[in-house]
């Protein structure tokens, strides 16, 4: 059976920083697609940012430059360090993988929120 | 980035309608299109993919199809447990776009 598990959320300060983890059993992370996508208050999904093959990485426009994926092969665990967080940052973070560029798995979720 | 529009935004529907979902892309995604459905409270789960292809246990009555770059997620004979919100994301360009949402209520 497949488990995503995430960590990491809580409460920042806008202009701090956090690092969600998402700690993967019964699927390699290494082998195949991760992703991050968030849902934001009264909003929908939106997608944030995946890794995959030899640690290729995308992100969303409004996210890049502030956030960084990233993966632990022998965790078996990916990251999302976010840096320069804004209260447009604050929703539920969810990790996601795939054997493709889609969701086939999803974890739980971790909420975030930036509030002063 | 290729923008995803899903209509309508909420249907009223119920138990043993047949309901319509729209998602059109901006420009072509080929038929790289998956369905997710999400419930209060929980992660949205993979109906389908590959605009046609439902994922294992996703019951029969979930069918996906394509037009051009316009799709559509079809529920026939709705069922209590279908009362969601379903999302459509491309999957043919990076970044991987989602559409805003269609919200299944019961009328």
């Known amino acids: 059976e497949v488990q995503l598990v995430e960590s990491g959320g809580g409460l920042i300060q806008p202009g701090g920083s956090l690092r969600l983890s998402c700690a993967v059993s019964?699927?390699?992370?290494?082998?195949?697609?991760m992703n991050w996508v968030r849902q934001t208050p009264g909003n929908g999904l939106e997608w944030v940012s995946i890794i995959y093959a030899n640690v290729a990485t995308y992100y969303a426009d409004s996210v890049k430059g502030r956030f960084t994926i990233s993966r632990d092969n022998s965790k078996n665990t990916v990251y999302l360090q976010m840096n320069s967080l804004t209260v447009e940052d604050t929703g539920v973070y969810y990790c996601a993988g795939g054997y493709n560029n889609y969701a086939d798995f999803w974890g739980q979720g971790t909420q975030v929120t930036v509030s002063s | 980035d290729i923008q995803m529009t899903q209509s309508p935004s909420l249907v009223s529907a119920s138990v043993g309608d047949t309901v319509s979902i729209t998602c059109r892309a901006s420009q072509s995604v080929r038929s790289w299109l998956v369905w997710y459905q999400q419930k209060p409270g929980k992660a949205p789960k993979l109906l389908i993919y590959a605009t046609s292809t439902l994922q294992s246990g996703v019951p029969s009555r979930f069918s996906g199809s394509r037009s051009g770059t316009e799709f559509t997620l079809t529920i026939t004979s709705l069922q209590p447990e279908d009362f969601a919100t379903y999302y459509c994301q491309q999957t043919n360009t990076f970044p991987p776009t989602l559409g805003g949402g269609t919200k299944v209520e019961i009328k």
């Open positions: 019964g699927f390699a992370v290494s082998t195949n697609y």
